[in-house]
């Protein structure tokens, strides 16, 4: 939510700071702004919308100047505008956020009373606010900032510029990542490692409530006592910045399509070259002491983790509770010891995720954490982190990081289930050939893209659309309609097939598209008799299914995508594709904003 960025630079920070912004766009794109200080003197250029508003705003209204800081919004507290946008200026000082400033209604009162009034809607603004006020008493700009800091509640990533001050930027973390990077003769700052990868691969993480005061040549941070603080210096991958379509329309298209890849490499991080055995990272877990396992997590990687409960509870026997991150810590559910609690997040960021995490420490026997950024909070609070591999991944719906997640999940319940006995060897050398031969699998399902396409044009016309499924499909229903509602803006449920009589059968008419998944598995004659009850009421089937359930019961179907033959523990990973396609090329045919859809963000650092 919301990226920000911040440059001492040798060259003109606007183009810089529009660039790493451009990085950052993932986060928020209700409004983007920059402020610098030229020959001493603080200026800002703000615009409601994209980035690419900004920028033409800066082809008539250059802003020079080396010292700059950046902000691209995903607004929370006042409407996308121009005054809303940050940087947020209150006299000599301009700040840009991350986060939310839970107390500004008391700090505002408190403001108030010396006569200092609020000009916007946001919470950031408080913060520089409370900084004028006390450099207006005599504080120094590092002081002043710093006293501010001590006031503030909630969670941020902040950074402040300094009219008068040319070599001068003070950052802090509280909740919100916050990366520094280190240029020769420059300095840097970004919600991010991303966002400066082009401007250097030496990166040093502000850790939870640091400060930091940066200039061109230092560096100084303090961390939440005060003290001065050592922290260092990595040097990340460049590879794991870089960010472009590889020839795609759509980052939300590179993604789905690289899935084959990024999995093989996945794969080769959990599985032994020559063994039949899961390797984890590090001191790994003993799944002998675990009696459950709690998994909790947001969106996308919830239903990641409804999936996995299926293959926990069948292939481990492990019984698994299942939450939605922003319920589970306000619910205060007892977590027994012999818990093993699992968080599941592709960014590591989720506030909600995060807090559920903290919500666990000290109660769960161990914590674990399935991410894609393995810098990110959530790694670095858990027990242990499994980092799923999935690259940077940009479109703001989720693809290539749900499956990885899958991918790792599956391993990890393997595991459990040769720790606690429950599968013999044989069986555990099938399953793992069988996800060995995922990426294959996965090549064979995106070659029916063509027919996926066809269907999305008749899907592009519908004004809801229901998913149904089975057992392990379940979820996968609920996963393809979070994905058709949050690309194409089209109404879309998923259920658990056998339930759609209990109501939502209500809802069936000629104009209702219902798109069945299911493999020829266990269940599958029972999903087909609730479709069977959805075509008799005239609803529209697409049936997913492999040739063997083609055969069976395509008659009557309005279409059909013919899917490869896969393990049935596997099916679920390889059903995302169909799922995934079918909302893009419906959004593609709706014309609607497939990588930036409106409203959302790709990283929720609020609850
Ligand atoms: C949907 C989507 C979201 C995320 C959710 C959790 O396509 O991307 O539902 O899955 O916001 O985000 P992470 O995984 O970063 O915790």
């Known amino acids: 939510m919301c990226g920000i960025v911040g440059v001492l630079g040798d060259h003109e920070a606007a183009p810089i700071l529009v660039e790493a912004l451009k990085r950052l766009e993932y986060r928020g794109y209700d409004s983007a ?74 700090l505002r009162a408190e403001l108030a009373e010396h006569g200092i009034l609020p ?52 950052a802090a973390r509280k909740g919100s990542p916050l990366a520094i990077g280190h240029g020769e003769g420059e300095m840097y700052v970004g919600s991010d490692a991303i966002a400066l990868g082009p401007l250097t691969d030496r990166i040093t993480y502000l850790e939870e409530g640091d400060r930091a005061v940066l200039t061109r040549t230092s560096l100084e941070i303090r961390d939440a006592q005060g003290e001065l603080a050592n922290r260092e210096i990595r ?21 789905i399509a690289e899935q084959p890849l990024v999995i093989g490499d996945a794969l080769g991080h959990y599985l032994p070259a020559g063994q039949d055995t899961v390797q984890l990272p590090g001191k790994g877990i003993d799944f002998t002491k675990i009696e459950r396992v709690t998994m909790v997590a947001c969106g ?10 299926y293959w926990f509870e069948q292939l481990a026997r492990i019984p698994v509770e299942v939450d939605i991150a ?32 903290r919500y666990c420490e000290g109660k769960a026997d161990k914590i674990v954490s399935v991410v894609n950024v393995p810098e990110s909070s959530i790694a670095r609070e858990s027990d242990l982190a499994l980092p799923i ?74 004004r809801d659309v229901l998913f149904l499924g089975r057992g392990p499909m379940y979820p996968m229903a609920l996963e393809g309609a979070l994905k058709l509602k949050e690309i194409s803006y089209i109404h879309a449920e998923g259920y658990a097939s056998g339930e759609l009589k209990h109501g939502p059968i209500a809802l069936i008419d000629k104009n209702m598209p219902v798109i069945v998944m ?34 069976e019961a395509q008659d009557g179907v309005w279409s059909t995508i013919r899917m490869p033959h896969v393990h049935p523990t596997l099916a679920p990973i390889l059903y995302a594709i169909p799922a995934q396609l079918l909302a893009y090329h419906t959004a593609v045919a709706k014309g609607t904003d497939v990588d930036q859809p409106r409203n959302l963000a790709k990283s929720v650092t609020v609850e």
């Open 33 to 106: 702004g920059i402020a610098t200080v030229n020959h001493g003197k603080l200026d800002r250029r703000r615009a409601v919308g994209k980035l690419v508003n900004l920028g033409d705003l800066l082809v008539h209204d250059p802003l020079p100047g080396k010292a700059g800081i950046g902000h691209t919004r995903w607004a929370t507290h006042g409407e996308p505008s121009v005054s809303n946008a940050h940087p947020h200026q209150a006299g000599p000082v301009a700040v840009v956020h991350n986060g939310i400033i839970e107390n500004f209604r008391d």
């Open 119 to 170: 000009q916007t809607e946001t919470d950031t603004e408080t913060v520089a606010l409370l900084t004028q006020h006390y450099l207006d008493q005599g504080a120094s700009p590092v002081d002043a900032a710093f006293q501010a800091l001590d006031r503030l509640e909630g969670a941020f990533a902040l950074a402040f510029l300094f009219d008068g001050e040319e070599d001068l930027i003070v």
């Open 235 to 255: 040097t990340v991958q460049i590879q794991s910045t870089q960010i472009d379509k590889a020839g795609h329309k759509h980052f939300m298209a590179k993604e």
């Open 300 to 309: 996308t990687a919830y239903y990641a983790c409804l999936t996995a409960k």
């Open 326 to 357: 922003s319920e589970f810590r306000y619910r205060e559910p007892p977590v027994s010891p012999g818990t093993l609690a699992v968080f599941v997040s592709q960014s590591g960021e989720t506030a909600d995720t995060l807090a559920a995490l």
């Open 389 to 462: 591999h999935a690259g940077v991944e940009v479109g703001v719906a989720s693809t290539k990081a749900f499956t990885c997640q899958l991918v790792v999940l599956v391993l990890l319940a393997l595991k459990a289930a040769a720790d606690k006995g429950q599968i013999d060897q044989e069986t555990l050398a099938d399953h793992i050939s069988a996800v060995r031969g995922l990426p294959s699998l996965l090549n064979a399902a995106l070659d029916q893209n063509e027919a996926i396409r066809q269907a999305a044009i008749k899907l592009s016309e519908a």
């Open 518 to 551: 299911a493999p020829r598995d266990a269940v599958f004659d029972k999903t087909v008799s609730n479709m069977q009850e959805v075509m008799a009421r005239k609803g529209q089937v697409l049936l997913i299914s492999d040739d063997d359930g083609l055969a």
